[in-house]
């Protein structure tokens, strides 16, 4: 069964399915559909045909990108549905939205205007600071952020279809992207090599369900698709996430927040594809123009989104 | 020689892993030369518009086009079912390149957007006959295109009910009163014309390796009537172990 990769849905019926309509099984199933692709954060309705015309497998559909919402503070919530209507209508790929942390109702609004994915994300203003939605109450589709393995594989047991590394948005710093891709990465080599009898105190410490850490163990990986999120706003940071494993990368403030959107979006979509290629990445990260201005992390006034949530 | 994947964006892991299951080698292609040295290819599901631009850039669509008129055996999946045909309808502004082949014209996320994504058992007579197995079967469909129209050449393998609730954009014209005519409307979701072979659905996302075997069958017939490439799959050292997603049984 370890080698053939074919398990059964979670829990044998001990998180029951609450529609039989959309199984877990179809909510993975567009997440991998979306596998060696970039999704793009946009706020209008022309920011999104850009990313469409450039190659983005979907587009996140929000009102501010990460680097304003950091820039201009309060609180972040989220997206008028007007405005993802219209995204939604501008472009035939996949769009995704925000809802603030444990706030299901936004979710709900999300499920019903008919996107394709909510975002459960650390970007908005958490609404509960220590529940997640349960995802499983829901026929659409959730990715959810993480810094670590146990936070993965908690979210996944929540429901969650589809993981991004928190990484730091808005800040086009890619440390902490690296940071929490080495750390999931990294706990699972730990854990292929593990005597089966010590998973049961792994779990304990990581804080996630036996079955699921168990899981990871048998596939090498998590069971769910892997993005990486949160800093990237060059074509090697793409690439230098997909070599360090992950299934595809979010872009946030990146793209539309550089010199040259349609270019670079295009450059990042490359990258992508031709990650382990050093010459094509050579190529595409030619004349690219300005790069989105960096933050600093190392300054303590710096808020860091990443920690919002457990 | 072996089975190409065409690696631009999507499944693709997934159709490499299937082909693993059969004992069979699977390439990665992403630039028009690696094309050369398979023998038949798979076009694995993605998002259509996003492949399209790929190819675009690294120049692939002549490749692919004369591909495909040599005669090889060519199998798209959703988005590589978009791509093979010659028509496709409820494009992107601006439409999109297709490389065609296919006699038929097909319709973008026919179903709608992922909430009507959904699972449904298939009849699949030609498989069942050709393969065995259960008579049904598991289509997963993911913002799936449908076949529209197919041209007289064009043998249908399978077809499904339309959802009640309607594709989420089709033309206003047929409206609700074909629909509570009773008479249960059907698309057609899988086809083959000659070398050609698409499905609407994802049989890389099954357990059930049914239609990867039927594929691979067709390579073999073809190889044999050249006569010329005889040596079988799987000479090569065997593979490090690639970790993939888990595959959901029902």
Sequence with gaps: MAGSGVV????????????????????????QMLRGGVIMDVVTPEQARVAEEAGACAVMALERVPADIRA???VARMSDPQLIKEIKQAVTIPVMAKARIGHFVEAQILEAIGIDYVDE???????????????HNFRIPFVCGCRNLGEALRRIREGAAMIR????????????????????MGDIRVLRNMDDDEVFTFAK????????????????????????????????DAALMMQLGCDGVF?????????????RARAIVQAVTHYSDPEVLADVSCGLGEAMVGINLNDEKVERYANRSE | MAVGVLALQGSFNEHIAALRRLGVKGVEIRKPEQLQSVRALIIPGGESTTMAKLAEYHNLFPALREFVKMGKPVWGTCAGLIFLANKASGQKTGGQELIGGLNCTVHRNFFGSQIQSFEAELSVPEIVTKEGGSP??????????????????????????VPYRKPAKSDPADGNLEENAGSEKKVIVA?????????????????????????????DELSQEASSSTLEDDPTLPEPPKYELPIFQQ
């Design chain 1, 165 to 184: 590394t928190k990484g730091e948005a808005g800040t086009g710093n890619i440390i902490e992207a690296v940071r929490h891709v080495r750390s999931v």
């Design chain 1, 121 to 135: 994300s650390e970007v908005l203003t958490p609404a509960d600071d220590e529940n997640h939605i349960n995802k």
């Design chain 1, 72 to 74: 201009q503070g309060g």
């Design chain 1, 8 to 31: 059964t849905v979670y829990g044998n019926g001990a998180i029951t399915e609450t529609s039989k309509q959309s199984p877990f099984s179809v909510k993975v199933g567009l997440a």
């Design chain 2, 136 to 161: 049904t079967f598991r289509g997963v469909f993911i913002r799936a295109p449908g076949i529209l129209e197919v041209g007289p050449e064009v043998q249908v393998l399978a077809e499904v009910p």
């Design chain 2, 191 to 219: 086809v083959k014309q000659g070398n050609l072979l698409a499905t609407a659905f994802h049989p890389e996302l099954t357990a059930d390796t049914r239609w990867h075997s039927y594929f691979l069958k067709m390579v």
């Design chain 1, 251 to 263: 872009v946030g403030s990146g793209v539309f927040k550089s010199g040259d959107p349609a270019r």
């Design chain 1, 205 to 236: 410490k990581i804080q996630a369900p036996y079955d699921l850490v168990m899981q990871t163990k048998q596939l090498g990986r998590l069971p769910v698709v892997h993005f990486a999120a949160g800093g990237v706003a060059t074509p090697a």
